[in-house]
């Protein structure tokens, strides 16, 4: 099975701060990576797939990068209403997620 | 507008069974596949199962082989997860995921507390 290491566990930044997240898979999954952000309460919701590409409806300040085992989330001129937490997701061979990081405002 | 809405969770013992129903609207449900997704209390996210848009094909994460049952009825655009033989390990909300290689539409979860 792939495994899916994600980086920080937690993070606190400040509003208007670029964050970034990262996650790292134990073999090549080729930009099958997902991210979901999950605000307190509520369920996941899809932000990027295929590594790099915004699902619709997701702000233009979220972006996704990389490529074979090591990929990252962005967040630029972080808002409040970006607290939440944040899980990588590979669907290379079969699913997996990340361990989550949770982002609080400092 | 896509909407998937869980029901059917609760308090259960373990050893006993119990069965998630979740119904969808707002797309053409026999086009895709569907996933359950389950979360533990203060814990992240675990792919549970899998079923293929005409329900031929299935898949379930090792943990619950032989004990949980994913299926579907295209004509009541709902799925299904039987959950059967429970442990308190099964303990978490359960989500229904739309799953076109991504899960790229949720519901809102239902709680699942295996207890006695």
């Known amino acids: 099975d792939i495994q899916m290491t994600q980086s920080p566990a937690s993070l606190s930044a400040s509003l208007g701060e670029t964050v970034t997240i990262e996650c790292r898979a134990s073999?090549?999954?080729?930009?099958?990576l997902a991210w979901y952000q999950q605000k307190p309460g509520k369920s996941p919701q899809l932000l990027i797939y295929?590594?790099?590409s915004l699902h619709t409806g997701v702000p233009s300040r979220f972006s996704g990068s990389g490529s074979g085992t090591q990929y990252s989330l962005k967040i630029n001129s972080l808002q409040s209403e970006d607290v939440a937490s944040y899980f990588c997701?590979?669907?290379?061979?079969?699913?997996?997620f990340g361990g989550g990081t949770k982002l609080e405002l400092k | 507008e896509v909407q998937l809405v869980e029901s059917g969770g609760g308090l259960v013992q373990p050893g006993r069974s119990m069965k998630l129903s979740c119904a969808a609207s707002?797309?053409?449900?026999?086009?895709?596949?569907m996933a359950w997704v389950c979360q533990a209390p203060k814990k992240g996210l675990e792919w549970v199962a899998t079923?293929?848009?005409?329900?031929?094909?299935?898949y379930y994460r090792d943990s619950v082989k032989g004990r949980f049952t994913i299926s579907r009825d295209n004509a009541k655009s709902t799925l299904y997860l039987q959950m059967d033989s429970l442990r308190s390990e099964d303990t978490a909300t359960y989500y229904c995921?739309?799953?076109?290689?991504?899960?790229?539409?949720w519901g809102q979860g239902v709680m699942v507390t295996v207890s006695s």
């Open positions: 707002g797309f053409t449900f026999n086009n895709y596949d």
């Open positions: 079923i293929s848009y005409d329900g031929s094909s299935t």
């Open positions: 295929n590594a790099n």
């Open positions: 073999e090549d999954i080729y930009n099958g």
């Open positions: 995921a739309r799953h076109g290689g991504v899960a790229d539409y």
């Open positions: 997701q590979q669907y290379y061979d079969y699913r997996t």
